[in-house]
């Protein structure tokens, strides 16, 4: 059974930093690329970041450009995501996805294992 599980949220100042992890069991990240996503309160779930299986493309969005990196220890089977200068208006719930290759995708229904979520609140 596939297993995708997301740590690292918390609560913390504007401007400060995080650093999200996502662990998955067995093989699950092999040859795959993995995203992460989140959902703001009253808002739908978005795109903020994603990787491919070798590390060497990545994509953001444009809101998290410059502040945000992606990355991953395929020997870990972990997938990170560090967050500088966190503004107020990153408050949400940040999910780990996998998908089943090595595309990269901005799209939420490409992406075929998901975490349940870590809470990250920003306060001003």
């Known amino acids: 059974q596939v297993r995708v599980v997301e740590s690292g949220g918390g609560l913390v100042q504007a401007g400060d930093s995080l650093r999200l992890s996502c662990a998955a069991s067995?093989?699950?990240?092999?040859?795959?690329?993995a995203g992460w996503f989140r959902r703001a309160p009253g808002k739908e779930r978005e795109f903020v970041a994603t990787?491919?299986?070798?590390?060497?493309?990545?994509d953001y969005a444009d809101s998290v450009k410059g502040r945000f990196t992606i990355s991953r220890d395929n020997a870990r089977n972990t997938v990170y995501l560090q967050m500088n200068s966190l503004k107020p208006e990153d408050t949400a719930i940040y999910y780990c996805a996998v998908r089943t290759d090595e595309l990269l995708s901005l799209i939420i229904d490409e992406y075929a294992y998901w975490g349940q979520g870590t809470q990250v609140t920003v306060s001003s």
């Open positions: 067995g093989n699950t990240f092999t040859h795959r690329a």
């Open positions: 990787i491919t299986w070798s590390g060497s493309n990545t």
